[in-house]
């Protein structure tokens, strides 16, 4: 018992402690950090979910400007006159 105390160390009578503070300090931050990830998993998995909307978005407003521009007859000679509507 003299000697724990002479190394710094707390002596207990027949209790060792279930983990050290250098140990919950490395369980916390551990735990800390796959919070995190799953966080940033989470925040991927709904910005891809968005951009998949925005492509949706996009390509229903292309086809709805070509069928626009076909029934105003405007559509002759634009780079996208091969381009059919309904194949959107």
Request: some cysteine; glycine content about 4%.
């Amino acid at each position: 018992m003299e000697a724990s105390k002479a190394a710094g160390k707390w002596c207990y009578d027949s209790h060792e402690p279930d983990e050290t503070y250098e140990q919950r300090i490395a369980r916390l931050a551990d735990e800390e950090h796959q919070k995190y990830l799953a966080k940033v998993e989470e925040m991927k998995a709904r910005q891809a979910n968005t951009q998949e909307r925005v492509v949706q978005a996009e390509a229903v407003a292309f086809a709805a400007e070509v069928k626009r521009r076909k029934a105003d007859g405007t559509f002759d000679g634009s780079p996208h006159a091969g381009i059919n509507p309904e194949a959107l």
